[in-house]
């Protein structure tokens, strides 16, 4: 099994899009950990370095967006959240396309503990109008979304992980990833499980698992937070008639937030939400943090039956 | 060891240099065995530490929690394994508890934390905050009348924050004259050298445009960091700053001035050569 971690695919993106000349890469001293060293490394001249104020890079961005620019900034995912309101008022108010990107995001970046590990940012950005909501899930996607984004004239938010995990996509299925549309990785009529990032491969296993059992999942990797992908989560209502989400984020206002607001006002359905359960991490391993806080993969499997039963 | 007028312990500047060697041999142990962690600012840090919590902090091993402590604030939270090392000299923490640096459920989190650790007074990770928190202690302790001190750590990369500067500009403006800092200077922050990234210019400048009492300091010599801490002592009207200037790493070569081992574990090797250099 091949491996690649989200930042990566970030790192690799904006390589690519530096045949356009007016992307621009902006940095908070964290350029190492986002990859986008890797840009500065080759494009010096276009890459602005602002040293540890988050706050300010917000803003230089908006500014360097009206005038021509195509900026992509990047720290922490908790450190984007630094400048919210920078963001709320200075960016996605105006309207403005400045890209933001949230490396290390969820319990699963481990050691550094509760500071470092955001579990609330794609609930956040999630509520600003015009503000798009990514959080892709493999270093492939991440690179093929993230190029997607300098075509769109509106804000971005894009959450990556600090680790690798499983790789989802190759060249070849991540042609077709859109942003704004889940994608389906597994069929199966029993109980849709939605995820994201560093979660969809865990899902995939609950769900093989869940076969060995003859119980069938679908999985979806519904890399777009917002906006949601409301018409495959409508389709699979009638379809499975059941849900499980699973984010390495709280469990409020993320995708387990987002899928029950669609679910709620278009077609009840019992939901299951796996993720943070209301409380700050800790030190430790990604994985070993999952398993403490329930968001192992035998956690969603347990939840895919209790989603099932309740139909 | 004797107790001076103010009945604190004096120690001979070689006590002092002893315990900052154990505690820079502790840093590297707990961060080659996390294989995770910053060694760089902690191995600056910790002589400003000892010297601190040695001879002027007013702390209790058996009470941490006492109201009337003095009160220490690192804001450049991942240093922590400069405080955990101090906290375990000092008796807060014990040896075992240095092995639980970053492991699941240990008490020395990733980054310094008051919920976990005895002694830590301030939850540090996110970067310029811890100024204004320890204006807020330095305030409290005027408005109760009590001659607790407030003493807070800074890096250098960290004055690059916005916050810093209104909490600067605030304290002045409260006159609050139970409020001393330290500056870690030591030019490196985490992508590289400061210079490269965004410089700072002339650091002592800034804070007297602030209004602050500012001292400069070679950060790795005892006695001036003593004399250093009796000039805090004196400066009765305004906060005081004290400009340490430092070596990223400092003790261990490969370390030394290294924008790499700003957030990096040595490997088995480089621990073996680390413990050969800091005897
Ligand atoms: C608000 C915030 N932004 C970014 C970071 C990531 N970060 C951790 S340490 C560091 C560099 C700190 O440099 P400095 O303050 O000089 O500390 P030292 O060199 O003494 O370790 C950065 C950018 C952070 N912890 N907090």
Redesign the interface.
Known sequence: MTMGASRDGYGAALLKLASDPTVVVV?A?????TKS?NFRKVYPERTI?????E??MMLVSAGLATSGYKPFASTFA??TE?GFEQVRNGIARPNIPVHICGSHGGIHT???????QSIEDLAIYRTLPNMLVIHPSDDISTEMLTIQLADMNSPSYTRTARNKTPRIYDADSASRLEIGKGVTLREGNDVAIIACGVMVSKSLDAAAELAKEGVEATVIDMHTIKPLDGELISNLASRCGAFVTVEDHSIIGGLGGAVAEHLSSNCPAPLERIGVKDHFG????GD??LE?FGMGINHIIEASKVAIQRK | MSVDSDGRQIHSIEELEATAMLCRRGIVTMVHRANAGHPGGSLSAIDMLVALYKTRLNVDPSNPKDPERDRFIMSKGHASPAVYTILNEMGFISSADLETYRVLGGVCQGHVDMKWTPGVDFSAGSLGMGLSFGLGTALAARMDGSSRTSYVMLGDGELQEGQIWEAAMAAVHHEVNNLNVFVDRNRIQNDDFMDKQLRLFDVAAKWEGFGWAVRECDGHNMSELLSALEWMDSITDRPAVLIAHTIKGKGVSFMEDNPAFHGAAPNDEQLAQAMEELQ
């Open positions: 940095e001293d964290l350029g190492k950990s060293q370095s602002l040293g540890i104020s706050q300010n908790i450190f630094r481990g050691t550094d503990g509760s500071s470092a800790q030190s430790g391993g070993e943090l403490k």
